[in-house]
């Protein structure tokens, strides 16, 4: 099992950068492969971004290719979404999920955080 908490939300007008932290708990973090949803007011989730195990696998969304970055630090039991350039349409909630076998846009992980809130104004 895997706890997930996420960190880093917050209020800030476009063009700005964000970077969101997932920490996890116990000792098998670099067994998971991780990623990012989000979920907007009156939206259905949607995948974000997804590292695999060891970091070699990365996906992004088509909305966030080239403003988001996705990294893991497996000695910190740690995964990062830096948040660049930020626009109002990516207000929402984001969420940390973690699975040892599933990877990519899948919204059927095993484990999802509690989310952190991020909010882009004009």
């Known amino acids: 099992q895997v706890q997930l908490a996420e960190s880093g939300g917050g209020s800030v007008q476009a063009g700005n950068s964000l970077r969101l932290s997932c920490a996890a708990s116990g000792r098998t973090f670099s067994r998971y492969n991780m990623g990012w949803f989000r979920q907007a007011p009156g939206k259905e989730r949607e995948f974000v971004a997804a590292?695999?195990?060891?970091?070699?696998?990365?996906k992004y969304a088509d909305s966030v290719k080239d403003r988001f970055l996705i990294s893991r630090d497996d000695a910190k039991n740690t995964v990062y979404l830096q948040m660049n350039n930020l626009k109002p349409e990516d207000t929402a909630v984001y969420y940390c999920v973690a699975d040892e076998w599933l990877f990519g846009d899948t919204s059927r992980y095993d484990h999802w955080g509690q989310g952190t809130q991020v909010t882009v104004s004009s």
């Open positions: 590292i695999s195990r060891g970091g070699t696998g990365i």
